[in-house]
């Protein structure tokens, strides 16, 4: 009897290591989710003796290899000794970098086992996205400053890696709020972090111009400083009667493009017009219609009438500032804005009006692609081209114009109807200035909500096109505009977790998609943002309550949270909900007046914060 127990407990104990040895689905919680992953027994660990070895001894993996020895420097206080061989002589305790023809550009091949770990790639582009992946494969605390008693494993796996979209991007503007180069210099980490290689920068509006220029001096001088600004919407009529300013001088930004080109993010700056110039037109007046004596910037947000005249002296100034920022912008395209031009000025200019009558126009929408494509022509000719929001599709789309369709789809739909390329971010789904939890609880922000769940499930390819059509569909952007966001803390939490969903989206193939698996996976990650210090919005794990008092649901009330297994404790009589009370599994019917409280827990623990809802 007691051999057969021994035989039961000696197979328990045997299973029991095999499990703890091979890491599970839920183990391998990389966002974006990886094309492919096969699991395998064991894993590699890291020490103060593991090598980096580099087939390939250029500066680009070179600075690969030194940014992952820093890493260990900074969370684990040893440092991985960097060794360059073209043949395998390391073979243990090691991390290979070794070049393989014929992979796409940005793909990557993993191999983890016991003695080693090796990465295949075509290009540095790959090599990077691999050392990401490995990061995450690695505990949380990689991403936090020196800690004690962390076993630094990688658990053995074999991935092939690929990304579904060439343009994975990110935009921030900094001219409704303005933000430090140490901020941007981690809003580019974070991006990097999630596979993420475009950033968008927008650096000139109505209420700040924000890069150096150094033929027109004034534009900083002057335009960069509001004399104050509006407190909360920009109907208030509240203001806090304190300047406000800020500007990056072209050092910074030389400084900001090659820390982003070393996290191999390209960035696009975008120069305003024909609207969104009343910074601009503040300091050089004579590029505007010349309708008011006074141009000030400006102090509360929205659409101004005030926009550049197209007229000779404001195609030389466009031209000069180009050709200052294509100086220090390497980036194939130029942002150029195009959106939001009110045409009110263009309608009382002579000279504007004159200038429809000369080029046999129909209109101001016309005028403006006239000035678009005048715009676009001067960037050609620089080796350029042009990107603009889906405005510049008004009055005739530019030659060589790639559209930034925020309107909704629409805009990328014709676009790509007429051969065009086109960027996805319709305001909708991928704009993060917008609610992303209960207006009711939250800061003030933009009107419209988007949960984490839309952000995530949105398909980006329109089904109407046909496939000749769905090429150009060349990726997606969140976008975050900074009316309400005064401080990067703000910035960070309207941004993440929602960027995590975006770049899902961006890198991982729809097929591969899955809600309840991203959930799972963003618990962890969430581990990572907190040794990061990152302030991302943590309704993750509350309850939503949905009260339908009007059609063919009137009087049914549902609820859901984002997180896993989470099992939801609700009460409608004023009591706290514990885990004793009633359990939400479907959605039920209510007839009275009553405040409906509810509660997310996991293993029997409160996981989130209490909702409330009145039901009336």
């Known amino acids: 009897m007691m051999s057969i127990i021994k035989i039961i407990l000696g197979f328990i104990c045997c ?20 094309h492919s992953v096969v699991i395998q027994s064991g894993e590699f660990q890291f ?42 002589v390391y073979t243990r305790n090691a991390i290979i970098f070794k070049n393989k023809a014929g992979m796409v550009d940005e793909a990557y091949q993993l191999e983890v ?20 992946t490995i990061y995450q494969l690695l505990p949380p605390q990689i991403f936090g400053q020196k800690q004690k008693n962390v076993k630094w494993s990688v658990p053995c796996v074999k991935i092939d890696d690929k990304p579904q979209f060439s343009y994975r991007g990110m935009h921030l503007d900094v001219c409704l709020h303005f933000f430090t180069v140490d ?13 993420l290689n475009v950033f968008h920068w927008h650096l000139t509006e109505d209420q700040g111009w924000r890069i150096e220029i150094k033929k027109y001096p004034r534009l900083t001088e002057f335009g960069s400083i509001r004399k104050e600004t509006v407190i909360g919407t920009h109907k ?8 406000y300013g800020g500007f990056y001088t072209q050092e910074e930004i030389k400084e900001i493009v090659n820390y982003a080109a070393d996290r191999f993010i390209t960035i696009i700056p975008e120069i305003e017009m024909p609207g969104h110039a009343l910074a601009a037109i503040a300091c050089y007046p004579h590029l505007s219609c010349g309708l008011e004596e006074k141009y000030e910037v400006a102090t509360r947000w929205g659409i101004f009438p005030q926009v550049f005249c197209p007229k000779a002296e404001t195609f030389e100034f466009l031209e000069d500032v180009l050709t200052e920022v294509m100086e220090l912008f390497p980036s194939k395209y130029i942002h150029i804005g195009g959106d939001e031009c009110p045409k009110s000025s263009w309608k009382k200019c002579r000279h504007c009006q004159n200038l429809i009558k000369i080029l046999g ?100 390819v329109p089904e109407v096109l046909s496939d000749e059509e769905k ?65 991302y919005c943590k309704t993750f794990n509350d309850v939503q309550i949905f009260t339908h008092k009007d059609g063919p649901y009137s009087n049914i009330v549902t609820m859901k949270v984002d997180a896993p297994d989470a099992i939801i404790h609700y009460t409608i009589d004023g009591t706290t909900p514990g885990i004793h009370s009633p359990v939400y599994s ?24 209490e909702t409330q809802s009145k039901f009336n």
């Not at 208030?236 to 300047?243: E, I, K, L, N, V």
């Not at 016309?366 to 494509?373: H, K, T």
Request: hydrophobic share 35%; proline share 4%; net charge positive.
């Open 586 to 609: 479907r959605p039920f019917v209510i007839n009275k007046s009553v405040l409906i409280r509810a509660t997310a827990f996991k293993k029997n623990k409160q996981i989130g914060k």
């Open 47 to 88: 020490n103060a003796n593991t090598l980096i070895v580099l087939h390939d001894h250029s500066e680009a993996y070179q600075k690969i290899a030194t940014a992952l020895s820093d890493r260990f420097i900074k969370s684990a206080g040893f440092s991985l000794k960097i060794k360059s061989s073209p043949d395998t």
């Open 15 to 34: 299973l029991s290591f095999a499990m703890g040895v091979k890491a599970s689905e839920r183990e391998i919680s990389v966002i974006p989710k990886p």
């Open 471 to 535: 090429v150009y569909i060349k990726g997606i952007q969140g976008c975050v505009w900074t009316e309400y966001m005064p401080n990067f803390k703000r910035v960070e939490y309207m941004a993440y977790p929602r960027a995590c969903a975006i770049s899902e989206t961006a890198w991982t193939q729809e097929k591969n998609k899955n809600w309840k698996d991203f959930t799972s996976r963003l618990e962890k990650h969430f581990e990572r943002l907190d040794q990061m210090g990152v302030n």
């Open 236 to 243: 208030s009529g509240f203001y806090d009667g304190t300047p």
């Open 183 to 195: 901020e941007i210099k981690r809003y580019l980490d974070l991006m990097a972090m999630h596979k």
């Open 361 to 460: 126009l129909k209109d101001e929408f016309e005028l403006q692609s006239f000035f678009i494509q005048r715009i676009e022509k001067f960037i050609n000719e620089k080796g350029r081209q042009i990107i603009g929001w889906d405005e510049i599709l008004q009055g005739g789309l530019a030659p060589n114009a790639t559209v930034m369709s925020w309107l909704g789809e629409e805009g990328g739909i014709k676009a790509a109807q007429q051969h065009h390329d086109v960027i996805m971010c319709p305001h909708t789904k991928y704009y993060l200035d917008y609610y992303q939890a209960d207006p009711n609880k939250e800061l003030l922000a933009m009107g419209h909500l988007v949960t984490l769940q839309e952000v995530y499930d949105y398909s980006p």
């Open 113 to 132: 086992n016991t003695d080693c770990i090796t990465v295949f790639s075509s290009s540095p582009k790959g090599a990077f996205y691999a050392l990401q």
